[in-house]
């Protein structure tokens, strides 16, 4: 460590709550640039980045075409606290594309963009209570705060608060059900169906895949009971395919929550679904009561629909999904013939545009299916691949359209040498 890195990072110690802002991947490692599939640290070293910035940079780092877009804005002002054309574009485009989408509202954050979802499905029901499933993650909210990450999980439907600071009454008001298993979840939706106002979910939870009949029946409860069924595609949305999950795996929710991938690195996100519900955004229901309060000093800002409008052409070029899921495909297969060879007991999980590898035998398919998996074995591959020049999550490899053959192979040697030493 040089001197001007050890400075930096005690001055992080100093001024940032445990040197971080919440969310490094290392302590270590002080990011200077990223291009493409790659990052850089302060002294230049090279990484091949499987972060992706936590999801938003499907494209890569500083694509050429989103940097030109948002220059050719910013000399003209970056917020106005009003309409502006790139918004409105913007919103055309997203509705065009996502199965439920009717009408939307932009925000900043998925935290946000979930929380409003939620508070959305609740007026319209004039209902209290969320059901969420158990390891599901919607953001930094207090609701979506509840059984996230528990560590002694409770019988269901009981919710567990996963910090400090959320409100007992909060408790009081989500459910929590088991992600895949279709018979306790009806069982929870139909003892509880007069006091759920909405229930959330995603379509892929973390790295784990849905089972095409368990989205299918919370959307069959849902329709019965006029529950709305929200699908938190911040991840997924933009990802799996343009229209996102609802089009990959045909089930189309009442509304859902859009971010990430939407957002060319830039800090925008979305609430979207049907209108009846989104209707309770709009400030011609004041005189009724019936307003949801729903803004914000930067929402759909011009620089940051400017950026999402740019990736959104760029990812509605033909053979896009194609590609991706192509080099997807033969990277996790890659890796399964390495984990053969060594004869390693571990699995992939999740889908060819994020996975991880799961050391364990045991079938995964929900939060409690992964809490035995061997955490020692996977702190050390992500360290030995840090070593190596590899930069991912902790617990999840995100592919861009950016990765070539050439990067997956070097990505295959460096995992291929952690395998031997673990």
């Not at 408790?171 to 992600?179: F, M």
């Not at 033969?330 to 571990?346: D, G, H, M, V, Y």
Request: glycine share 8%.
């Amino acid at each position: 460590m040089t001197t001007k890195e050890k400075n930096l990072l005690d001055l992080a110690k100093l001024y940032l709550p445990g040197g971080s802002n919440g969310n490094a991947i290392t302590m270590d490692i002080i990011i200077e640039k990223g291009l493409g599939p790659k990052v850089w640290d302060i002294h230049g070293n090279e990484y091949i980045d499987y972060s992706l910035g936590s999801g938003p940079m499907l494209l890569g780092h500083s694509h050429p075409e989103v940097v030109d877009a948002v220059s050719s804005q910013i000399t003209k002002g970056t917020t106005y606290f009003g309409l502006n054309k790139h918004m409105i574009d913007l919103a055309e485009e997203i509705i065009s594309a996502v199965p439920c989408a009717e009408s939307i509202r932009f925000a900043n954050s998925g935290s946000e963009a979930t929380f409003f979802a939620m508070r959305a499905a609740r007026a319209f029901t004039q209902k209290e209570k969320i059901l969420k499933f158990e390891g599901g993650f919607h953001g930094m909210s207090d609701y979506a705060l509840m059984s996230m990450m528990p560590g002694k999980p409770q019988d269901f439907p009981i919710p567990t608060p996963d910090c400090e600071g959320i409100p007992e009454s909060i408790r009081e008001n989500v459910l929590i059900a088991p992600y895949n298993n279709s018979q306790i979840t009806k069982q929870i939706i139909e003892k509880n169906h007069n006091e759920i106002g909405g229930i959330i979910v995603e379509p892929i939870q973390r790295v784990i895949p849905p089972k095409i009949e368990f989205l299918q029946s919370i959307r069959e409860l849902a329709t019965k009971y006029k529950i709305p069924l929200i699908f938190d595609e911040i991840v997924t949305g933009f990802r799996l395919d343009y229209g996102g999950a609802q089009t990959y795996y045909g089930v189309t929710p009442d509304i859902c929550t859009l971010g990430k991938a939407l957002s060319g690195g830039f800090p925008i996100s979305a609430i979207t679904g049907k209108k009846e519900i989104m209707e309770y955004f709009s400030s011609k229901n004041m005189s009724q009561n019936e307003l949801v309060l729903q803004e914000g000093t930067m929402n759909g800002n011009p620089l940051c629909s400017i950026a999402a409008l740019t990736t959104l052409k760029i990812l509605k070029r033909p053979n896009t999904y194609k590609k991706l899921k192509q080099t997807g495909s033969q990277f996790i297969k890659a890796i399964k013939e390495k984990l053969f060879e060594f004869e390693i007991p571990a699995q992939i999980t999740g889908e060819f545009c994020l996975f991880d590898i799961v050391f364990q035998n045991d079938p995964v398919v929900d939060y409690r299916s992964m809490l035995n998996r061997d955490k020692i074995k996977t702190k050390k591959l992500n360290k030995s691949l840090l070593d190596q020049g590899i930069y991912k999550n902790h617990s999840k490899y995100y592919l861009s359209t950016s990765h070539s053959e050439k990067e997956i192979e070097k990505t295959i040697d460096a995992i291929q040498l952690s395998f031997q030493k673990i």
